[in-house]
């Protein structure tokens, strides 16, 4: 097998100059320039100090005239390398070197300016300040342009003419000296791996993940978004280009341009592929793109030419402004006012992807998808649908749509009602969004949740007769003309004792207040402000803000800690009943799942079936391995977006009942006894109490008892003790399409920032 790569050495003089006439060419597999300018500031100080700075990694693959360059200069040249690892080091160096501008994400051109400091060898990021330093050097490109001397010279006489005693002969030949170090630098070796043309870009990805510990991670979207550089440059472009409009529009008339994201190129590619390929998941069109037949390995042109024509139409209904601009309609008419209510971007994403689906595939009627697509959205973002593990929920939904067998819109429309349903339950609005309140951060979901609501209802902020969905346009500019008051004022909860900042600002204290308002009613006692304030309402007008505003009765003389509690309930009604403005009629069909149609719908993101919970079927014998797959199936629809566990029915659907469970029992064997000790296997196994997030209850299905465990969500981190059952709880389990994953270390931290910050 022939060796994949070779190592050599570079100075950063040969760089500049490869890259500079294009035989060292800026990557399609990388992303553009991220690197902060104390990073760069960071770079230039190791390199003085020479300390290590990492390992390039280039791939010789023959490039194509009109790979994308860092340089300008002869860039017709056919680049003979490609950066694997170190794009932003060499762009970074490249930059200040020759003073070029680099374009950041926003696609925002920009120069990086790093100052030098002699007298202490020190670099910063250039600011008004160290302009103005006679001590600095304040832009060190200058050390690599021909006038350097006179830039050296002009350095010194401004410092000596800064200091009284002026400058010995030794401190300028030291900093001289150490200016000239600076300007050494274009002899620092790089060392270089150098992957050998024969790499395939499955062995280059695996190579760079091997080597590289600290930079981005390439994925497949990467590679997608290369293999459209080499066979399919226009639509890479295009994608660019749409992105690059949506933040600063090139012309004036219809644009991109939003209020909701700035899309990334490989958003749009997600969605692209979701339209054209029905596919969530990255892993396997990556190889489609390639015209690899997956059965058999074999990789056809034809079969390649065919597949980048099927993503080429799609992306042209990705990219068309008229389906883009009626889709983002549907936000706003499920009460969303732009981004500042969007915590998922895969959502707005994901659920394009359907609005896509619907309009083409299934020729239904912006209008017609306006209500059902604006539904989905509601519940996509609120529920965190998107969050975890985004790839395999949205394959699992296109994974339905495609079960339907036909192009009936009616059916399309059906189905995502019934999947909006399911996850909407009575137990969801009841137990699962209350909990979901329990929460300060501002960002929460189920916070936003609560304000489209009220734009649905066409609320009023509290003692106001303006309208909260006008002060959450985007287009508002005054500085404080909405603010989220304290019900119980901070000062007022200080003076009894509440100071922490979670009890404090807890979404359940906060209420929109007209500016003016707030500032009169300052630290007063609830009861004392409120009787003052609602005074100057008409009943009718009263009546209409405790509604919008969620005020339990007799709320102002309440223990704080049920005020809390009862409010929280009250804004899910809110919720609840905005939701209900999402429907033709005023109101949707309410989810009327019975035993037998859960089954039947088998087993998904929010139903697990389980034949058993103490006796294993395969052994015949009582097994506690049987138990603890309860227990993490509980925790991880705990950990998700909650969901039903049905005990006493087999994957497939057969319902074999509680009889065996129920002899293990020795005390009460029967349902009572059956309840009895479930609650206390999950109260022991679990990290946190479940009585207020997990209802137990038995249906009778086919001459058999089973058992339903409705679980809610969790508004904190739940954790399971292993199987062993010995020590305390360790285990973090999660929901995952129609199975529970354990997660670790970073991966588990991730996720528990994403969901509860």
């Known amino acids: 097998m022939p060796t994949l790569y070779r190592d050599t050495g570079y100075s950063l003089v040969h760089l500049i100059e490869d890259i500079r006439h294009g035989n060292i060419a800026l990557p399609d597999i990388q992303r553009p320039f991220v690197w902060s300018s104390a990073k760069v500031r960071a770079l230039f100080d190791s390199m003085y100090r020479g300390f290590p700075v990492g390992t390039l990694m280039f791939w010789e693959t023959g490039a194509e005239v009109g790979t994308r360059q860092i340089g300008t200069e002869d860039s017709d040249r056919v680049a003979k390398l490609l950066i694997v690892d170190g794009q932003q080091r060499l762009t970074s160096l490249y930059a200040v070197i020759t003073g070029k501008e680099v374009l950041t994400k926003t696609f925002e051109?920009?120069?990086?300016?790093?100052?030098?400091?002699?007298?202490?060898?020190?670099?910063?990021?250039?600011?008004?300040?160290?302009?103005?330093?006679?001590?600095?050097?304040?832009?060190?490109?200058?050390?690599?342009?021909?006038?350097?001397?006179?830039?050296?010279?002009?350095f010194l006489a401004r410092l000596a003419e800064h200091r009284p005693e002026g400058l010995s002969d030794e401190e300028q030949d030291l900093l001289e000296d150490r200016v000239d170090g600076v300007r050494d630098l274009r002899d620092f070796r790089f060392q270089v791996i150098e992957l050998g043309m024969h790499a395939d870009e499955e062995q280059v990805a695996e190579i760079f993940v091997r080597v590289n510990s600290e930079g981005v991670k390439l994925n497949q979207a990467d590679f997608i978004l290369t293999l459209m550089s080499v066979h399919w440059e226009k639509g890479r472009r295009e994608l660019e280009r749409f992105c690059q409009d949506a933040v600063d529009p090139s012309v004036s008339g219809p644009s991109p341009k939003n209020v909701f994201l700035d899309p990334a190129p490989d958003q749009l590619l997600r969605a692209g592929?979701?339209?054209?390929?029905?596919?969530?998941?990255?892993?396997?069109?990556?190889?489609?793109?390639?015209?690899?037949?997956?059965?058999?390995?074999?990789?056809?042109?034809?079969?390649?030419?065919?597949?980048?024509?099927?993503?080429?139409?799609?992306?042209?209904?990705?990219?068309?402004?008229?389906?883009?601009?009626?889709?983002?309609?549907?936000?706003?008419?499920?009460?969303?006012?732009?981004?500042?209510?969007?915590?998922?971007?895969n959502a707005v994403i994901y659920t394009y992807v359907l609005w896509l689906i619907g309009r083409r595939d299934f020729g239904l009627s912006p209008r017609t998808l306006r209500g059902v697509i604006g539904r989905w959205f509601f519940m996509a973002h609120t529920t965190g649908r998107y969050t975890s593990s985004p790839e395999s929920q949205i394959e699992s939904d296109l994974g339905r749509i495609n079960d339907l067998g036909s192009t009936d819109g009616q059916a399309f429309c059906d189905e995502l009602g019934r999947i909006v349903n399911t996850n909407f339950t009575q137990d969801y609005w009841e137990i699962s969004l209350p909990n979901r309140l329990d929460t300060s951060s501002s960002r929460s979901p189920a916070l936003f949740a609560y304000w489209a609501a009220l734009n649905l209802l066409d609320a009023n902020l509290l003692f106001s007769d303006l309208r909260i969905r006008d002060l959450f346009d985007p287009a508002?500019?005054?500085?404080?003309?909405?603010?989220?008051?304290?019900?119980?004022?901070?000062?007022?909860?200080?003076?009894?004792?509440?100071?922490?900042?979670?009890?404090?600002?807890?979404?359940?204290?906060?209420?929109?207040l007209d500016w003016p308002e707030n500032s009169e009613i300052s630290a007063d006692d609830p009861a004392e402000y409120w009787l003052e304030m609602s005074g100057r309402l008409d009943a009718g007008a009263l009546r209409r803000q405790i509604y919008w505003h969620a005020l339990p009765d007799g709320w102002e003389q309440m223990d704080y800690s049920t005020f809390l509690e009862q409010r929280r309930n009250l804004i899910a009604e809110v919720v609840h009943d905005g939701f209900k403005r999402l429907w033709d009629d005023g109101a949707p069909v309410e989810p009327t799942l019975s035993i037998d149609d859960l089954i039947a719908a088998g087993e998904s993101q929010e139903l697990e079936l389980k034949s058993s919970g103490r006796w294993n079927l395969h052994t015949d014998s009582q097994d506690p391995k049987m138990e603890h797959v309860l227990v993490k199936t509980v925790c991880g629809f705990l950990n998700t977006e909650g969901g039903v566990l049905i005990i006493g029915v087999a994957d497939g659907g057969e319902v074999l009942g509680l009889e065996k469970d129920y002899a293990t029992l020795s005390k009460k064997p029967d349902r009572d006894g059956y309840e009895l000790w479930l609650r206390q296997h999950l109260d022991n196994s679990l990290s946190g109490p479940t009585a207020g997030v997990v209802r137990i209850a038995f249906e009778e299905v086919a001459n058999h008892e089973v058992c339903l465990v409705r679980v809610g969500t969790s508004v904190r981190p739940v954790f399971a003790k292993p199987v062993s059952g010995n020590g305390d709880p360790s285990e973090f389990w999660v929901r995952v399409g129609n199975a529970t994953k354990q997660l670790y270390g970073e991966d588990m931290i991730g996720y528990q920032e994403a969901q509860w910050g």
């Not at 051109?109 to 330093?133: L, N």
């Not at 980048?308 to 309609?329: I, M, P, Q, R, Y």
Request: glycine share 6%.
């Open 476 to 512: 508002a500019t005054a500085p404080r003309s909405i603010e989220r008051h304290h019900l119980y004022p901070k000062k007022y909860l200080a003076d009894q004792g509440l100071t922490g900042a979670r009890q404090v600002n807890a979404i359940a204290n906060m209420a929109f």
């Open 109 to 154: 051109k920009k120069r990086i300016r790093i100052a030098f400091r002699p007298v202490d060898e020190t670099f910063e990021v250039t600011d008004a300040a160290i302009e103005r330093d006679p001590e600095f050097i304040p832009d060190i490109t200058v050390l690599w342009e021909n006038q350097y001397k006179s830039v050296l010279r002009d």
């Open 273 to 345: 592929v979701g339209l054209a390929f029905r596919r969530g998941r990255l892993q396997h069109v990556y190889n489609i793109l390639r015209g690899k037949d997956l059965k058999t390995g074999e990789v056809s042109t034809e079969r390649r030419t065919e597949q980048f024509g099927t993503l080429s139409t799609a992306l042209d209904e990705v990219l068309d402004l008229t389906n883009w601009h009626e889709f983002l309609k549907c936000l706003t008419a499920a009460g969303f006012r732009g981004r500042r209510m969007v915590t998922s971007e």
